[in-house]
């Protein structure tokens, strides 16, 4: 199955998403067929925070209308934070779309973790995973959600992270954990893996990221159909 990624929203975890990907795939020993197209971070970012779903929505039509005429027989958003506005572009796109966010909650039940900490943007930290969860219970960091979800924006962007903003990421998971209940922190926004890859803790850390790779990659290998993925 062609794989088409609305990638660039922002572009390290367009990068990490290939990556992962192909890793995923090439251990198959199967080859991948993938169009990535490139949206605008900045654009995603007024839109979220402004909650202008119809807009953000009709400009993933425009990506998709190309990624359908490269060929692609389906389409992921590569950003938590950019699912803001997922059942519009659904009623708006002209290929199914794969969800990042509702394979999640089957995923940490499965796991054993009745309680996750989410870290992320701000719309997704305040409505924890847009109220998708059912199985198991989103926790935050209430009073800081607008600092964090700053920071993680200014991340994103820059396609960076530096010291300190890793820093703030681990205090934060490590609060979670010790003072909100959290069973394990789930890393909420596709970009977090600049802060917490290669970082030793002593909690669980689930990327939401891998979770939407691995059933990408088994659409790509032909091992589920788009209907076992839960596309719409």
């Known amino acids: 199955m062609h794989i088409g990624l609305i990638g660039g929203i922002g572009v390290a975890a367009t990068v990490v ?10 251990r198959t020993g199967k080859q991948m067929d993938l169009t990535i197209e490139h949206a ?5 970012i007024k839109t979220n925070l402004a909650d202008d779903r119809d807009t953000q929505a009709r400009t993933y039509a425009k990506h998709i ?9 389906c389409v992921a958003i590569t950003s938590l934070g950019g699912h803001f506005c997922f059942e519009e572009t659904v009623a708006l796109s002209e290929l199914p779309l794969v969800s990042a966010v509702k394979p999640l ?20 930290m305040k409505t924890g995973l847009y109220g998708q969860l059912v199985e198991t219970r989103a926790v ?11 920071t993680y924006q200014d991340m ?23 003072t909100a209940g959290a069973d394990a922190i789930v890393l909420a926004g596709t970009d977090l893996n600049l802060a917490f890859d290669g970082q030793t803790t002593d909690y669980p850390v689930i990327d939401a990221l891998d979770v939407h790779v691995d059933v990408l990659a088994r659409l790509a290998t032909g091992q589920i159909s788009l209907q076992e993925a839960g596309a719409e």
């Open 17 to 26: 998403y290939y990556q992962r990907l192909a890793a995923a795939v090439g």
């Open 40 to 44: 605008d971070v900045h654009q995603l």
């Open 65 to 73: 209308k190309r990624l359908k005429a490269a060929g692609c027989d």
């Open 105 to 124: 909650d089957a995923h940490f039940a499965a796991q054993g973790f009745r309680t996750v900490g989410l870290l992320g943007t701000r719309v997704v």
């Open 140 to 150: 935050e960091l209430i009073e800081e959600n607008d600092f964090l979800g700053q």
């Open 156 to 178: 994103a962007v820059s396609g960076h992270c530096t010291p300190e903003q890793r820093s703030i990421f681990m205090d934060a998971a490590t609060r979670l954990v010790k």
